[in-house]
């Protein structure tokens, strides 16, 4: 920490696709300005930049990529944000992040032949989390949602892999939401969780994810 002024807290939302993740991470960082705190929404894959854009063509199909050269690049879209997200933390701006390394994770090794050990090798080190919110939804129910089954992994048995290797990621800073609930329901939960880190964090260095 360069001064001792109050970090921001670095919050994880994820889950499998249509689980509500980019609408209550828009909600949230919403709330939280309203409440005159400092916040800003992050999205992981960023499709704007060069490394990003790579990533929105292999999941549009535009693009075929080998599996780990893009397991490496989802990897390397988050690294390019480490210096950015660390200054903002340390400037007292509390992120919420759409997608973190745990999807990087949990898809690369819901593919043949990826064991979860080597998946987190390239994102080890990036900033860790103060809290990861897990939206859950049974498969079937996500399927059914608007707009699934476009991109690439949006296939059932692909999702139960992935929901499956999420789990065996949770660590006791993880708390599971039932994604089934109203979107306001879902949205105080989150909102509650948030407020009580971002007061804890305080001065505390930030971690390093898997060191
Ligand atoms: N995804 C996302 C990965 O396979 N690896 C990653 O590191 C990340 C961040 O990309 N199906 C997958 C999960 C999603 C897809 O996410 C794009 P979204 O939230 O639909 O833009
Ligand atoms: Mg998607």
Redesign the pocket.
Known sequence: MATDRNRGALIIIEGG?RTG??TQSKMLVDALLADGKQAELV???DRTTPIGKLAGSY?QKTLDLEDHAIHLI??ANRWEKVPSIIERLENGITLVV????F??VA??SAKRGFDIEWCKQSDTGIPAPDLVIYLTLPVDQATSRDQYGT?R??STQFQKRAVENFEKLMTKNWTTLDASQSIDAIHQQMKDLTTEIMQQVGTRSIEKLWV
């Open positions: 696709d993740k980019s999205k992981f894959p999941l989802f990897s759409d997608r973190y390394a999807s990087g898809y690369t991109e992994y949006e």
